[in-house]
C-alpha cells in the first residue's frame, strides 16, 4: 500500500505555493500569473497520480493514509485518506482550480473590469487557501479536522465575493459567512455530540460502528444538528437564501467554485459522516430529508423561471440540483446515493461551465441581464453561443450527457427506497421530483430562447466603459442598423473625442468575441468529462458503488 | 511563634515589588532626560523577566506544589484535622496564571514604552502603578485565604483607577477613572459582605477550610445545630454576593456597563492591560472561590454562571455590533470573550471545566493583546482611533494589517486563526459533554453574531482608501498637509517597542494555532494540588 505522501503533497503545494506569495511578493510580482497557473498545475499532478494509483478493486476503503495524533488533548488526530466517495471530489477540486488559474492566466488582456488586474497576488493567495480547504474536506477522515477544513474556505470566500464581486459584494459577502458560519457552528454541536457519546472522532472507526453505542434519539438529535449544518453549506430548500447573492456577486472564478466545489462539501458531508455514522438518525429523518430536498426542485426551477439575471438563474439551479443530490441521500438505498454522488460531480462539472459561460458573456456584456442581452448568441458568437447550449443541456437532464443519470438515479431510488421508510411518501417525492425535472427543462429552455436564439439585436445598448459606444460596430454580422440611431443619442454628450478622434483604432466591441483561447482552454476539459460521464457512467459509478454499500450497510 | 517563610516561592511578586519600589527613586534620582525613559522601562522589563524566570523554574522543577503563610499544624484547630490551611500556594493553577500574567506584562511594558515616549505622562508613576498592579495580579491566583484574595484584589484595581487617570488634562481619562473607581469600590464593598457573611457562618477565611465547612464534612461553627437544620440560607446570599463582586471585576452582565466608556478613556496599554490582565485576576479569583472554595454549594452558583454567562456573551457582542471606535468594539468584544470563559464554569460534572475556561483564557490574552498592540500602533497616527482609520491597513503596512487581521479572525474563531477556533471548540465540548446544551446553542449563536464585527473590521483593511479624504496621517501627504489632525505631538517616529509586542503577541498566537496542544498540556491538569 502506498505512503501517505500523495494527500500531504496535494496540500502542502497550495499552501507552501501561498505562504511563498506571502514571503516573497516582490519577486513573485513579474510572474504572478504563471505562478498561480503552475503552483495549481502541481497540485493537480498528485490529484491525477491519486486517480492513476488509486486500488480501484478496494474502493470501499480508504487508502494513501495519513494518521498523526494533532491535539491528542482533544483527540483530534491528522488523519486523511482517499476512497471512493472522495476521489472524484477530491479531482474534479484540482481540475476546476487549475482551470479557473487557466481562465485567469491568458484572461483579461482586454481592461475590462478590474479584476486579475486588481490585486492579483491576493486573488491568486485567496484561491490557493480555498483549495486547501476545499481539497482538506475531501481528504479528512477525523471529525473535527474535517470540521477545521470545511471552516477554513469561508474566510477565501469571503474576501472572494467581498473584494472582487459585483455591485453589492459587501452584503452577499457578510450573508455568505454568516449564514455558513451559523450553519457550521451548529453542525460542530452534532459533531461534538457524536464524539462525546462514541468516544472517538475517527471517521473510519466510527462508521464501521454504524451508529452502535448511541441511543435513537442522541442520533436524531445529532443527525439533525449535522444536518442543518450541511443543509445550509448544500443549500437545502429552506436554508438556501445566502446562496443567490453569492454567486451572482462572486466574480466568475468564485462562483465557479462555490458551484463546483463548496456545495459539493455539504452533500460530501451527509454521504461521508451523517448517514454512516448515523444509521438511525438518517432512517429517522430521511422522510422530512427528502420533503425539503423535493420541495428545493420544485421551488429551485420556478424561482428560476421568475430570473432575468443569467447568474442568478443559475444559482437557483443549484438549489434544485441539489435537490435532487439530497432525495438520493434521502432513499438510503444504494441505487439514490449513489445517483446523489453521480449528480453531485456532474452538477460541479456542468454548472462550473455554466457559471465560466455566464461570466464570459457578463464579461463581453457587462451584464448578465437576459432581456438587455437581447437574444441572438448563436448568430452573433456562434461558439460561444453553442457551448452555452450545451451546457444548458447538460444541466436539464438530457440522456447522454452527465447530467441525466444522477437525477434519473435520484428518482429510482425514491421509487424503491429503503426497507422502513415509507414507500408511498416516496413515490410522491418521485413524482414531485419528476415533475421539477420538467420546470428544469422548461426553464433552461426558456433561457436559451432567450439568449441564443432569436436575432441579434441590442435593446439597450449602454454606454460602456473604456468602450466607445458610439463608434460603428467593425463586424456586424446580423446588425440590425434601424437601431443605430440609439447609440449615438444616448452617449453622444459623454464621449465626443473618442468618436471624433479615430473609430477605426478603438477596440473591437467585446460582444462580437467569440470564444478565446484561453476559455477554450479552460472550458474543453469540462466539455469532455461531461460528455464521458454522460456516455460511460459506469466509470464514476463503479468507483462509488463499493464505497456506498459499506457507508449503507446498516441501513439497508 | 515564629513563622517560616519560604522566600522562593513568594520571588515573583516580591521581585516585582522591589523593582516597583527601584523603579520610584531611579525616577527620582536620574536626571529628567528622554533617555531615562526608556532606561526606566528597560528595568521595569527586566523585572518582569526575573519574575518570569521564577515562575518558570518553580514550574519546572516538579514535584508536589509548595506553599508557604501556612497555618502551623498545633494551631490549626482541635486535633489538627482537616486540611492545610495555607495562605500562597504556588501550584499549577497559580503557576499558569501567573506565568501568563507576566508574558501579556511584557507587551503591556512594551506598549506603555511607545505611549509614554511622547512625554506628558509621568513615567515613574506609570511603571510602578504597572508593577503594582502585577504583584496583585501574580499574588491572586496564589491566595488561598480570602482576606489574602480581596488583597491582592484590591492591589489590582487600584493602581489602575490612577493609570487610567494619568492621561492627565484628557476629559475621558478622568471621566474613566472616576467609573472605574465608584464601580470597583461598590463591588469591592459587595463582595466584602458577601466574604463577611461566608466568615462568619465558616469561622475560617482558608479556602479549604470553607470547602470542608459548606460541603458538609465540618459542622459550620457559625450555625446553631439545635435551630438550622444543614447550612443556613444566608450562605446563599453570600455565595451569590461573592459571586456579584467578581462579576465586577470581569465585566459580566449585568455589572458590564463600565467597560466601554472606561477602554476608550483609558490609554491603549492600560485598556489592554485591562482586558487581559485585571480580567485574568477577576477569573483566577472567580475560580478560586467558586471551585476550590464553594464547591459544596455548586447547586446556588453553577445555574447562576451559566444565566451570567449567556447574557455576558451575548450583550458584549450585540452591543459591539454598533461601534465605530476600535477600542470600544475590543472593549464590548472582551466582554464577549469573558462570557465564553464563564461558560465551562457553569458545568459542575465535568472536572476539566476550570482547565477549559483557562485554556480558553490563556488563548483569548494572546490574540487580543495583538489586537491591542495593533491599535496602540494606529492609535500613534490617528486621533479618533475609529475603524474607518484602519481601512487600506493591510496595504499602507502589510505587517500590522495582516497581524490585526490575523488577531481579529482568532477572535472571532475561523481557520486560519486556529487558535481561537480550538478555544472554541475546548468550550463547546465541555459545554456537550456536561449537557448544557442550552448554553452550547446560546454559544453557538454568538459566535455568529460576534464574527459579523469582526469580519466587517477585517474586510475593512483590505479595503483601498477612497480617495485622499481621509488619508491617515502617514508621512508622505504633505501635500495635503491640511488632513493632518494638529494634535499629534511626535507622529513619525517608528515605535519599534510597539512592533515588539505586535510581533510578540503574535508569535504566540500562530504558535497556539498550529499547536493547541501546549495550552491544554499548561492547563488540564491544572487541578488544584
Redesign the interface.
Known amino acids: 500500500m502506498m505512503g501517505g505522501w500523495l494527500p500531504i503533497t496535494l496540500l502542502a503545494v497550495p499552501l507552501l505555493g501561498a505562504l511563498l506569495l506571502l514571503l516573497a511578493p516582490h519577486a513573485l510580482r513579474p510572474i504572478l500569473r504563471t505562478y498561480g497557473l503552475v503552483v495549481s498545475g502541481i497540485a493537480l499532478a498528485p490529484a491525477v497520480l491519486l486517480v492513476v494509483t488509486f486500488d480501484y478493486g478496494r474502493a470501499a476503503a480508504p487508502q494513501f493514509e495519513v494518521d498523526v495524533p494533532w491535539i491528542p488533548g482533544l483527540g483530534l488526530r491528522f488523519h486523511l485518506g482517499v476512497d471512493g466517495i472522495s476521489l472524484p471530489l477530491v479531482a474534479l477540486t484540482a481540475l476546476l482550480t487549475f482551470l479557473c488559474f487557466v481562465y485567469l492566466c491568458w484572461g483579461r488582456t482586454r481592461d475590462s473590469g478590474p479584476f486579475m488586474s486588481d490585486r492579483p497576488r491576493a486573488l491568486v493567495f485567496t484561491l490557493l487557501v480555498l483549495e486547501v480547504g476545499m481539497i482538506g474536506t475531501f481528504l479528512a477522515l477525523d471529525l473535527l479536522l474535517f470540521f477545521v477544513f470545511f471552516e477554513i474556505v469561508l474566510i477565501p470566500m469571503y474576501f472572494l465575493i467581498g473584494i472582487w464581486g459585483g455591485e453589492g459584494r459587501r452584503g452577499a459577502a457578510v450573508k455568505f459567512i454568516l449564514y455558513t458560519l451559523l450553519g457550521s457552528v451548529v453542525m460542530l454541536l452534532g459533531l461534538l455530540i457524536v464524539w462525546a457519546q462514541a468516544g472517538t472522532l475517527d471517521i473510519e472507526a466510527l462508521t464501521a460502528a454504524h451508529g452502535s453505542g448511541m441511543s435513537r434519539s442522541v442520533q436524531i438529535l445529532a443527525f439533525v444538528a449535522i444536518g442543518i449544518g450541511l443543509a445550509v453549506k448544500t443549500p437545502m430548500w429552506p436554508l438556501h437564501t445566502w446562496l443567490p447573492d453569492a454567486h451572482t456577486e462572486a466574480p466568475t472564478v468564485g462562483s465557479v467554485l462555490l458551484a463546483g466545489v463548496l456545495l459539493k462539501m455539504g452533500t460530501y458531508g451527509f454521504a461521508r459522516i451523517a448517514i454512516p455514522v448515523l444509521p438511525e438518525g438518517a432512517a429517522a429523518v430521511a422522510p422530512w430529508l427528502g420533503a425539503f430536498a423535493v420541495v428545493g426542485i420544485v421551488y429551485g426551477a420556478l424561482a428560476c423561471l421568475a430570473q432575468r439575471d443569467l447568474k442568478r438563474m443559475i444559482a437557483y439551479s443549484s438549489v434544485g440540483h441539489m435537490g435532487f443530490v439530497l432525495l438520493g441521500f434521502a432513499t438510503l438505498t444504494p441505487v439514490g446515493t449513489n445517483g446523489a454522488l453521480f449528480a453531485n460531480v456532474a452538477h460541479g462539472l456542468i454548472t462550473g461551465l455554466l457559471f465560466f459561460l455566464a461570466g464570459a458573456i457578463k464579461e463581453r456584456h457587462h451584464t448578465a441581464d437576459m432581456p438587455s442581452l437581447g437574444g441572438g448568441l448563436l448568430a452573433r458568437v456562434p461558439r460561444l453561443g453553442s457551448v452555452l447550449t450545451f451546457a444548458a443541456i447538460a444541466s436539464l437532464g438530457l440522456p447522454g450527457l452527465a447530467g441525466f443519470w444522477g437525477e434519473m438515479l435520484a428518482l429510482l431510488g425514491a421509487f424503491q427506497p429503503a426497507n422502513g421508510l415509507p414507500r408511498g411518501l416516496f413515490l410522491t417525492y418521485m413524482v414531485i421530483g419528476g415533475l421539477g425535472a420538467l420546470l428544469t427543462a422548461a426553464y433552461f429552455l426558456v433561457m436559451l430562447s432567450r439568449v441564443t436564439h432569436g436575432r441579434p439585436h441590442d435593446t439597450t445598448p449602454q454606454p460602456l466603459p473604456g468602450t466607445p459606444a458610439g463608434t460603428p460596430r467593425p463586424d456586424p454580422i446580423h446588425a440590425t442598423p434601424d437601431e443605430r440611431p440609439t447609440a449615438p443619442a444616448a452617449s453622444s454628450g459623454r464621449l465626443p473625442a473618442t468618436i471624433t478622434l479615430d473609430p477605426s483604432t478603438g477596440p473591437p466591441d467585446p460582444r462580437q468575441e467569440d470564444i478565446t483561447r484561453h476559455e477554450l482552454l479552460a472550458w474543453t476539459p469540462l466539455v469532455v468529462l461531461t460528455v464521458l460521464f454522460g456516455l460511460w457512467p459506469g466509470l464514476l459509478l463503479s468507483l462509488t458503488t463499493p464505497a456506498v454499500q459499506v457507508l449503507l450497510g446498516a441501513v439497508s | 511563634m515564629i513563622q517560616q517563610i519560604d522566600y522562593y516561592v513568594i520571588a515573583p511578586p516580591l521581585v516585582l515589588a522591589l523593582v516597583a519600589a527601584l523603579v520610584l527613586l531611579l525616577d527620582a534620582f536620574l536626571p529628567a532626560r528622554p533617555g531615562t525613559r526608556t532606561a526606566l522601562g528597560l528595568v521595569t522589563l527586566a523585572g518582569v523577566a526575573i519574575s518570569l524566570a521564577f515562575v518558570v523554574a518553580q514550574a519546572l522543577s516538579g514535584g508536589p506544589p509548595r506553599s508557604t503563610f501556612c497555618v502551623p499544624p498545633n494551631l490549626a484547630g482541635p486535633a489538627g484535622q482537616g486540611p492545610a490551611m495555607c495562605s500562597f500556594v504556588a501550584d499549577r493553577f497559580t503557576l499558569v496564571f501567573a506565568g501568563m500574567v507576566l508574558v501579556a506584562a511584557v507587551v503591556v511594558v512594551l506598549m506603555s514604552m511607545t505611549q509614554l515616549a511622547d512625554g506628558g505622562i509621568p513615567v515613574g508613576e506609570w511603571y510602578f502603578l504597572l508593577l503594582c498592579t502585577l504583584v496583585g495580579a501574580i499574588t491572586l491566583p496564589a491566595s488561598r485565604d480570602l482576606v489574602m484574595l480581596v488583597v491582592a484584589l484590591e492591589l489590582v484595581s487600584l493602581p489602575v483607577f490612577a493609570l487610567t487617570a494619568m492621561k492627565r488634562y484628557d476629559g475621558r481619562a478622568s471621566e474613566a477613572a472616576v467609573k472605574l473607581f465608584v464601580v470597583s469600590v461598590v463591588s469591592t464593598a459587595i463582595m466584602l459582605f458577601g466574604v463577611s457573611l461566608l466568615y462568619g457562618i465558616a469561622g475560617a477565611i482558608y479556602l479549604s477550610r470553607l470547602a470542608a465547612v459548606f460541603s458538609g464534612q465540618i459542622e459550620a461553627p457559625g450555625v446553631d445545630p439545635a435551630l438550622v437544620q444543614g447550612l443556613p440560607a444566608v450562605v446563599t446570599v453570600g455565595v451569590v454576593l461573592v459571586v456579584a463582586g467578581f462579576a465586577f471585576k470581569i465585566a459580566a452582565v449585568p455589572f458590564h456597563s463600565w467597560a466601554a466608556d472606561v477602554y476608550q478613556g483609558a490609554s491603549v496599554p492600560v485598556a489592554a492591560l485591562l482586558s487581559v490582565i485585571s480580567k485574568a485576576a477577576g477569573f483566577a479569583g472567580l475560580i478560586l472561590v467558586l471551585v476550590v472554595g464553594l464547591s459544596g454549594q455548586a447547586a446556588t452558583w453553577a445555574p447562576i454562571i451559566g444565566i451570567v454567562a449567556a447574557l455576558t456573551m451575548t450583550a458584549g457582542n450585540l452591543l459591539a455590533m454598533r461601534q465605530r471606535s476600535a477600542v470600544r468594539l475590543l472593549a464590548w468584544s472582551s466582554v464577549a470573550q469573558s462570557g465564553y470563559i464563564l461558560a465551562p464554569l457553569a458545568i459542575t460534572a465535568a472536572s476539566g471545566a476550570v482547565g477549559t475556561s483557562m485554556a480558553y483564557l490563556v488563548i483569548y490574552a494572546a490574540m487580543n493583546l495583538g489586537a491591542f498592540a495593533v491599535v496602540m500602533l494606529i492609535s500613534r497616527t490617528v486621533t479618533r482611533n475609529e475603524l474607518d482609520d484602519y481601512r487600506g491597513l493591510a496595504f499602507r503596512s502589510p505587517a500590522a494589517g495582516l497581524a490585526l487581521a490575523f488577531c481579529l479572525?482568532c477572535l472571532a474563531g475561523?481557520?486560519?486563526g486556529?487558535a481561537g477556533?480550538?478555544a472554541k471548540?475546548?468550550v463547546?465540548?465541555e459545554l456537550?459533554?456536561g449537557g448544557s446544551?442550552w448554553l452550547?446553542?446560546i454559544m453557538?449563536?454568538n459566535?455568529?453574531i460576534g464574527?459579523?464585527y469582526y469580519?466587517?473590521w477585517t474586510?475593512r483593511l483590505?479595503?483601498p482608501t477612497p480617495g485622499t479624504s481621509r488619508a491617515p496621517t502617514s508621512p508622505i501627504p504633505s501635500a495635503t498637509g491640511e488632513s493632518l489632525p494638529p494634535a499629534s505631538p511626535t507622529p513619525h517616529r517608528p515605535p519599534a517597542t510597539t512592533w515588539l509586542a505586535i510581533g510578540l503577541a503574535l508569535v504566540v498566537a500562530v504558535l497556539f494555532s498550529f499547536a493547541?496542544?501546549v495550552v491544554?498540556?499548561m492547563t488540564?491538569l491544572s487541578a488544584f494540588g
Open positions: 479572525v475561523l481557520p486560519p486556529l477556533l480550538f471548540v475546548f463547546f465540548r456537550v459533554v446544551g452550547a446553542l453557538a449563536v459566535t455568529v464574527l459579523y469580519a466587517t474586510a483590505f479595503t493547541p496542544q491544554l498540556d488540564s
